[in-house]
Structures are given as C-alpha cells and as structure tokens.
C-alpha cells in the first residue's frame, strides 16, 4: 500500500533561517505528490505539487523536488517568516487520483 | 466565489449516539471526499461520492456512511459513536473524477467532533 513518512516536529527556527522538511514514500504505482499547510483552526490548502519525477513545485517561497530514485519530496523555503507557522503535511495520490495518503504532519515554529 | 463549506463547525455528542456532518462543495466541484483527522495525526480517507455514489473507500467500518445530493452537496453520517470517533472531520471536493491525480482537492475548515 501507499504511505508517507516525515520527519518528527515540532521544528523550530529562527525568522529567516533556511527550513527544510522531510518526506519519503513508498507508493504501488507512480503518485503525484503534494505539500499541504494547515494554520492553527483551519483546514488544509495546498502549498505546492509536482506529478512526475524531477518536477520541482514552488510556492510562496516554498519548493520541493520530485526524487523517484530517492522516493522523496523535501520541503524547502529559504528564509522562514513568522507567519509560516503552521503544520505541514506531505501526501500523495496514485492511479484514479482522489484518495490522498498523508503524513503525520510536522509542526513548524517560527521565533522572532 | 465560496469555498468548500462544512457545518456544523463543533459538536459534541455522547457515546452511542449517531451524527451527520455536512459538506458543500467548492463552486463547479462535483466530486466529494471525507476524511478524518485525529488529533495529531495527518488526515485519513474514509470515502468518496460522486454521480452520488460512494465511489471509493478507505478501512473505516460501516458505522461510517454518506450520502450525495444531486446539488453535490454530502453528508457524513456515524452511528454508534464511540470515543475514538473524535476528532476534525474533513470535506473535500475537486472537479470530476477524471483529470488525472494532479487535480487539487481543496478542503473545508472541517468540523470538530467530540464524544463523550
């Protein structure tokens, strides 16, 4: 079966420090992948996706590269504001497209 | 243009007890999923409608049901509840079933159930 991993938060940074998240999965068949965000009361948006290997999505700053030999999709962001305090969850799709696998989402923290 | 709405925003309901969740679609979205979401953990699939049949669905038991209006709207229906039923219950909706797996499902702001 499809599944995600990602790495355990919270993380917290320091305002414009450099974050990366990381994500690994394992998939039957070839997934699209996807990064969500989810701010404290809401539901999730989507931040970001690439549906084949070596896509890279970007988003608000946010970037991530579509690895099939590494089976990974790392969030990036190169100067982190306060404001992107928020959990952020990896996930993937496979075959009819509709049925998302997430992670366990990692929290991020982000200190003046 | 409104999003994907749900109500009701809270709820709380005592073991045993059945509740409905309601869900409209994004504008143009004809295609319904519901997911639940424990807290801590990221969401999981419980099914999908569209053409108002329960197309797909993920390992919830049967005490988990829907339903789809031909306004695309949904309902999520759970009998029996138990404690384990708490949690932020998910809509989400995208254009049709086909388009390939790149489609984005936007969601709704969920609604929080808690059992008693």
């Given amino acids: ?112 | 243009d409104a999003g994907v709405t749900q109500s009701p925003t809270h709820l709380i309901k005592t073991r045993g007890q059945q509740v409905t969740l309601r869900c409209s679609p994004k504008s143009g979205h004809d295609t319904v999923s519901w997911y639940q979401q424990a807290l801590g953990q990221g969401p999981q699939f419980i099914f999908q409608y569209y053409e108002e049949e329960e197309r797909q669905r993920g390992n919830f038991p049967d005490r988990f049901s829907g339903h789809q209006f031909p306004n695309y709207s949904s309902e999520l229906n759970v009998n029996a509840l138990l404690l384990g039923d708490s949690a932020l219950y998910l809509c989400a909706s995208r254009p049709g079933l086909a388009g390939g797996p790149g489609y984005e499902q936007y969601f709704g702001p969920g609604t929080r159930l808690t059992v008693t």
């Fill in chain 1, 1 to 112: 079966g499809n599944s995600v991993t990602q790495m355990e938060g919270p993380v917290t940074l320091s305002e414009e420090a450099f974050l990366t998240i990381n994500c690994t999965y394992t998939a039957t068949g070839y997934p699209s992948l996807f990064w969500y965000v989810q701010y404290p009361g809401e539901g999730l948006q989507l931040l970001l996706k690439a549906t084949k290997a070596d896509d890279k999505g970007s988003n608000k700053g946010f970037e991530a590269t579509y690895r099939k030999e590494t089976t990974s999709f790392h969030l990036e962001k190169g100067s982190v504001q306060v404001s992107d305090s928020a959990v952020y969850f990896c996930a993937l799709v496979t075959g009819g497209g509709n049925k998302l696998t997430f992670g366990t989402g990692t929290q991020l923290k982000v200190e003046l």
